[in-house]
Nanobody, 127 residues
C-alpha cells in the first residue's frame, strides 16, 4: 500500500530553521520524482521544491525562486525518506507542507494530480 507521511513541522521564529521529513512506504522514493508543496491560508497550493529520480532519472533538484538558497531537498534511500531543510524562514513560509510522489522520473513536466500525497505538516513562522 502506497503511503506518504510528513513530519517535522512546528512553530519557529523568523530566521529560524526546520527540517521536514517525507517518509514513504509501498514504493521507492529514488524511483520517482518527489516534490514539496505548500498550502498557505487563503492561497492555492504551490510547489516549490522537487527532486528527480536518481535510479531512472538524473537526480536533479528544482526550486521555486522564493526558496532558492534557503531550502534544500534531499533523499535518504536507505530510509526511503525525502527531507526538506528549511533555513532563514520567513512569515510568508507559513502553511501546511505536503509531500507528493509523481509516478514519473523527472520533476519537469511531472503530473502531480495523479500522484500520491501525504496529509501534510503545519509550519508556522512567527515571532
Amino acid at each position: 500500500q502506497v503511503q506518504i507521511v510528513e513530519s517535522g513541522g512546528g512553530l519557529v521564529q523568523p530566521g529560524g530553521s526546520l527540517t521536514l521529513s517525507c517518509a514513504a512506504s509501498g514504493f521507492a522514493v529514488d524511483h520517482y520524482a518527489i516534490g514539496w508543496f505548500r498550502q498557505a491560508p487563503g492561497k492555492e497550493r504551490e510547489g516549490f521544491a522537487c527532486i528527480s529520480s536518481v535510479s531512472n532519472g538524473d537526480g536533479s533538484t528544482d526550486y521555486e525562486e522564493s526558496v532558492k538558497g534557503r531550502f534544500l531537498i534531499s533523499r535518504d534511500n536507505a530510509k526511503n525518506t525525502v527531507f526538506l531543510q528549511m533555513n532563514f524562514l520567513k512569515p510568508e513560509d507559513t502553511g501546511v507542507y505536503l509531500c507528493a510522489a509523481a509516478w514519473e522520473r523527472l520533476c519537469r513536466g511531472a503530473s502531480w494530480d495523479h500522484g500520491a500525497w501525504g496529509q501534510g505538516t503545519q509550519v508556522a513562522v512567527s515571532s
